[in-house]
């Protein structure tokens, strides 16, 4: 974004943040709100499309008091990669990794801090459409990518 468009972003996350005061403005709600001024270009539609993923699509909850959304998306996450790829869990295990410690980015910024815009705006029409779901097939998908070299490191490489 352009130096207007980070004050426009600024005006979006000050709005939200006064709307919804019981959860005020958390990390990572910048990275959802600024994918939604760098789309729409402008500050209201970004405004009511932040309050929509966060009202309608209950991301709310993720940046409530004490994360409660987010601790149950991460132990279901946790869930998923043991049923799917338990290799991969148990080495998880061993090393006392859990999806708290490389899943919650993607889930508090829906994947626009770690992904590209293109693959993001993708991912954002079907998440949309799908809900959460989709969110935790996009980080399989993205384990199953990263199996080979996941199972090959050690905790000192």
């Given at each position: ?150 199972l090959g490191l050690g905790f000192d490489a």
């Amino acid at each position: 974004l352009d130096e207007d468009g980070r004050e426009g972003l600024f005006r979006v996350l000050r709005a939200v943040s006064h709307r919804l005061e019981d959860i005020g403005y958390c990390q990572g709600m910048n990275f959802i709100a600024g994918m939604f001024m760098r789309v729409l270009q402008e500050e209201a539609l970004a405004y009511q499309c932040m309050l929509s993923m966060l009202l309608r699509h209950g991301m709310n909850q993720y940046f409530g008091d004490r994360f409660p959304k987010l601790r149950l998306t991460t132990l279901q996450f946790d869930c998923l990669v043991e049923a799917f790829f338990p290799d991969l869990s148990a080495a998880f295990d061993t090393f006392n990794l859990s999806a708290e410690f490389y899943a919650t980015q993607w889930f508090l910024t829906l994947f626009t801090y770690s992904m590209p815009y293109a693959h993001v705006l993708r991912i954002w029409d079907q998440f949309l459409c799908r809900g959460m779901k989709l969110i935790h097939r996009v980080g399989l998908a993205l384990l199953e990518e990263a199996l080979p070299d996941l199972l090959g490191l050690g905790f000192d490489a």
